[in-house]
Structure formats: structure tokens, C-alpha cells
């Protein structure tokens, strides 16, 4: 693909990639790739109850065709590991969790951040005390953080912040996250470009070509990581972005897994015509 088309398809607030040519320029780069997906918002659309998310199951199987040309695929979500896996379930990825503080590579590698000097339990119960006038606001208690939910209430936002920021000044060790509708409290070395590079690093993947698709704030520290590891960074939706393309919404994002799984496929096919023809000459 020419610098016409690479510049066409690039991130801007205005313009939108195409599913398909972004998939194709991708394998033009013939390059071994690994695949770096988030959940909430890129893969599964926002339920007003967190638990009630689901990625959709063609989707599932895409992503499944996807390992299958030998593309290893890695979650990594602000949900914990133990949700992520149920959501992939029966399909088993390795999990970059809350942000990046647990990652589950394989049931015999659990990578976890030392923080277990913060009372989880304690703020979480100290959240729902605060919360009490406001039902209409949803908690939500992860292993390592605790996040707060105003998406059926929008109306409820300014509260939301003055009790997480208030909340925040008796924990010098967190850091307060914003998401879509969501607020989250959680240890400052979550990081999700750190749980990609600490990923890379694990599988000793140095010659892959990173791709990482992600939706909001707490996804730019990724893009800003795959940016630097000359990968290809993808935000859904609008807002300004540190990624390089743009998908318009999860749609988009499952016609992008679905090209890209495709044109692997065509590619294996041609690959191993080739090596068969050059079987038979020799």
C-alpha cells in the first residue's frame, strides 16, 4: 500500500478507517503478529450492569480462526482475569486483568503487582457508606480496585467524582481512573503499556508486529506502547487518541477481526501452494 493510502487511513477525529483495507494493510507488512484486544466498549457493548456483558459469539469465533493462523491473542481489560476468562470462555487467552496488575499467561504463569499493603476490603466498604445516598449508583468491587458506575444516571456524574476524589486523598497509593460512565480506584502501576511490554517480553515475542484495539482513557498508555514499538495502535470511536487508526465502533471492530482473519487465511492457503509447487520441483 502506498503513502496515499497509509496517510488515507490513519487516525484523525474526522476520519474513520476501513475495516477491511486497514486488515489488509496490516498483512501487507508480512510480519508475524500479535494481537492485543480490550473488552468493554472494543469487543462487547456497554450494559448498564457490568455483569451483564457479553462478547457476541461470532466474534468468539473470529477471534478463535485468528489463533488458529498462529496469531496469539492477549485480553488485556481493566475487568479482572477471573471475569475476562468466563467472558472468552471455553476459549482460553492469556489475560492482562485490571489494568494490567494480574496477568494470567497460562495456568502456570501469574504474573501480579505488589499490592497487597492496600485494605481493598476496606475501601470497598468505606465506597458503599459514601454511596448510601445515591443508590442509583453502582458499585462495583474487583480484587484490586473498586470502580463507579453512573451510566444509567449520567445526571449523577459530579457526585460520582466528589465522592472517588475524596475517597482518593486517604489512599496516596491509588490513582483515579476515568472511563466511559465509570470512575475506578486502583494501585498506580496499573498500567496497560506496561502489561504489553511485560507480555512481549514473557512469550519473548521481540520480532512480532504489536497490534493493540482499545476505546478510552485507560487504553492511551497502550497506544502510546505500541506507538513506540513501531505496532499498530486502533482506538474505537471518537475523542482525541494517542492511536495511530480509528474504528468507528465495536461493529467496525468485529468486521476488522473478520478481514484480518480472512486474508490470513488466503495467505496460509497461498503459502502453502508455494511450499507444495516447490515440493514437487525439487
Keep these: 500500500m502506498d503513502n496515499h493510502h497509509v496517510k488515507n487511513i490513519q487516525s484523525s477525529d474526522l476520519y474513520y478507517s476501513s475495516a477491511k483495507e486497514l486488515a489488509h494493510f496490516i498483512v501487507s507488512k508480512e510480519k508475524h503478529y500479535c494481537l492485543f484486544l480490550d473488552i468493554d ?34 485480553a488485556v481489560t481493566g475487568r479482572s482475569v477471573e471475569v475476562a476468562q468466563r467472558l472468552f ?24 503487582s505488589d499490592v497487597h499493603t492496600i485494605d481493598f476490603l476496606k475501601l470497598q466498604q468505606q465506597l458503599k457508606m459514601m454511596c448510601l445516598p445515591y443508590p442509583e449508583l453502582l458499585i462495583e468491587n474487583k480484587k484490586y480496585s473498586v470502580a463507579l458506575h453512573y ?76 506507538n513506540k514499538l513501531d505496532g499498530i495502535s486502533i482506538k474505537v470511536g471518537q475523542g482525541k487518541t494517542h492511536a495511530r487508526f480509528r474504528l468507528e465502533n465495536i461493529k467496525k471492530v468485529a468486521d476488522f477481526l473478520t478481514s484480518f482473519s480472512e486474508i490470513l487465511h488466503t495467505s496460509d492457503k497461498k503459502s502453502q501452494t508455494t511450499d507444495g509447487e516447490s515440493l514437487c520441483l525439487s
Design 151 to 226: 451510566r444509567q444516571y449520567p445526571q449523577l456524574a459530579e457526585i460520582a467524582q466528589q465522592i472517588m476524589h475524596e475517597l482518593r486523598q486517604h489512599y496516596p497509593a491509588l490513582k483515579l481512573n476515568q472511563g466511559k460512565y465509570v470512575l475506578e480506584l486502583l494501585p498506580k502501576q496499573a498500567d496497560k503499556g506496561e502489561a504489553i511490554q511485560t507480555i512481549l517480553n514473557h512469550l519473548n515475542m521481540v520480532s512480532v508486529l504489536p497490534i493493540f484495539i482499545g476505546d478510552d482513557l485507560t487504553d492511551e498508555t497502550g497506544f502510546i506502547k505500541i
Design 41 to 74: 466498549g472494543t469487543l462487547a457493548d456497554f450494559q448498564i450492569d457490568p455483569e451483564d456483558t457479553f462478547i457476541p459469539q461470532h466474534t468468539l469465533e473470529v477471534i478463535q480462526s485468528i489463533r488458529q493462523h498462529k496469531v496469539p491473542v492477549i
Design 89 to 112: 470462555s471455553p476459549m482460553v487467552l492469556p489475560i492482562a486483568g485490571t489494568h494490567g496488575l494480574e496477568i494470567c499467561l497460562d495456568q502456570d504463569m501469574v504474573l501480579q
